[in-house]
């Protein structure tokens, strides 16, 4: 028989004898336990505590039996386990820890369960010795140098193994002393189903964990699978409501073009019509910045004709209403007046003279800031407003500061009232009423129907710059606010 062939034999004998070896050593506690408690007592002592500097005063002793309880119930009914032998060698060191003496009691020595283990390892190392010296014999054919890294890290590893084994054994079996429950919601048949194939705890666990991660996988790509499906339905939805998004924005874009190109039909016709009659008198009048009064008796169409001038310069030049001071804003004038719009309005005596004097800060502000829009201030009835005593002196600076102010603060102003005399106005204003002001004249034939015809005060001039004063005019049939309104809200107003 060779060479080879013999070593061979040696290594399989050498083999079964450390394998049966092994099996038959192996064992849940392969070594003795010590089952100990800890049990400390108290530090608590019944004794008197002496306080403050002077007096000593006698507190109420501690109540042992009850701290004991205590402390048995939280250290002295766990059990405890070590090896035996450490147990042995803290008994020969006692003495340089005398004070855990009577705190550390052993309870029970636990005997390993195989008492053939001895002989088992002996067949182990047997099998390894076996195995190592025929091992030997081919390394001996290799370089020295070679064999002995061999062997070194051969010892090495099985020393590492040893102790790798005998901690985890004793740290399982103590588990299992002080829980005695299953592990990992295992049935004991599966436990002991899977201890007869030879599985250990670790492997046990890696299962477990094997089993875990495959149903959080599944569930993971389930779960991934209905999120695309969402994604792709969400794609699909923002698609289609883009493409409407589109559409109602293009139906828009074309209604708001096609609504401009007819607000501004609606304003240039309007403003050739304002041109057209009478040398653009009328005109020159809604575009003019200087303060404008409407004079004349009741029944002559003030308020009308202020409404309608009004609606004017606030679709064709953009000044909306802003602030309307009426005493009769929601009585008679309310017809006239609902169609303005306006921001801001005052009835009441108290709303009034507050609005005066709001209105004369405002003008001050605005000339301050240079504003780039307009906007309008409409009053009627200013002369009764001098003789109520909480607006008088609102008034009286309201109407001098008028005279100027509007202009600069870019605001229209259109004023109603019965004469335009100092007795209806402010004293001392006249020079400046009649250059910086507008007045419009308005008749009527019973007290209760406008006439057409109207009278330029003064405040305008001709194309050659000469001023006009008490010059005949007429205003067409359209000037009425409704008419003016329904223009440019949907109805056809014919302008003759």
């Not at 229209?412 to 002001?437: D, L």
Request: aromatic share 8%; net charge neutral; charged share 30%.
């Amino acid at each position: 028989m060779s060479r080879n062939k013999i070593e061979l034999s040696a290594i399989i004998i050498s083999a079964v004898v450390g394998i049966t070896g092994f099996c038959f050593s192996h064992s849940r506690q392969p070594y003795p336990l010590a089952q100990i408690q800890f049990c400390p007592q108290t530090a608590n002592k019944k004794e008197n505590i002496l306080t403050d500097k002077n007096k000593a005063k006698k507190l109420k002793h501690y109540d042992l039996e009850k701290a004991q309880k205590k402390l048995d119930s939280k250290y002295c009914h766990q059990p405890r386990y070590v090896l035996a032998e450490e147990w042995d060698k803290y008994n020969s060191y006692g003495s340089i820890i005398p004070y855990m003496g009577s705190t550390i009691s052993l309870v029970r020595i636990i005997p390993k369960d195989n008492p053939y283990q001895i002989y088992g390892n002996v067949a182990s190392v047997l099998g390894l010795w076996g195995i190592s010296l025929t091992l030997a014999s081919r390394v001996g054919r290799l370089k020295k140098t070679d064999y002995q890294l061999g062997e070194e890290e051969k010892t090495i590893e099985y020393y590492n193994w040893q102790q790798h084994r005998r901690k985890r054994d004793i740290k399982q079996h103590s588990n299992q002393l002080y829980t005695d429950t299953l592990k990992d919601g295992l049935t004991q048949e599966d436990l002991q189903q899977r201890k007869e194939l030879g599985l250990t705890d670790d492997e046990n666990e890696a299962i477990k964990n094997q089993l875990q991660l495959e149903d959080y996988l599944k569930a993971r790509a389930v779960k991934h699978s209905e999120m695309d499906k969402q994604i792709a339905s969400n794609l699909l939805d923002k698609h289609k409501a883009e493409k409407e998004i589109d559409k109602l924005q293009n139906k828009k874009s074309s209604h708001t073009n096609t609504s401009q190109s007819s607000d501004k039909q609606l304003v240039n016709s309007l403003i050739e019509a304002l041109k057209s009659h009478e040398d653009s008198w009328l005109y020159s009048i809604v575009k003019n910045a200087k303060p404008l009064w409407l004079i004349g008796s009741q029944g002559s169409g003030k308020t009308n004709t202020a409404g309608a001038i009004a609606l004017i310069r606030k679709y064709c030049f953009d000044a909306p209403i802003y602030q309307l001071i009426d005493r009769h804003a929601t009585g008679e004038n309310w017809e006239v007046w609902k169609l303005l719009d306006a921001t801001l309005k005052a009835e009441s005596e108290e709303e009034i003279g507050q609005s005066l004097e709001d209105a004369t800060d405002r003008w001050l502000q605005r000339i301050k800031e240079k504003p780039s829009t307009k906007q309008q201030i409409i009053i009627d009835e200013f002369t009764n407003l001098k003789k109520i005593d909480s607006c008088k002196e609102a008034a009286m600076k309201f109407f001098s500061m008028h005279l100027t102010d509007t202009r600069k603060a870019k605001e229209y102003f259109i004023g109603v009232n019965h004469y335009f005399t100092n007795e209806s106005t402010v004293e001392g204003t006249f020079e400046a009423r009649k250059s910086g002001t507008i007045q419009l004249k308005k008749f009527s034939a019973n007290g209760e129907t406008p006439l057409s015809r109207v009278q330029i005060v003064h405040g305008l001039v001709d194309e050659n710059g000469n001023e006009l004063e008490e010059v005949e005019r007429t205003l067409p049939s359209w000037l009425e606010a409704n008419k003016i309104y329904g223009h440019f809200n949907g109805i056809e107003v014919g302008f003759e």
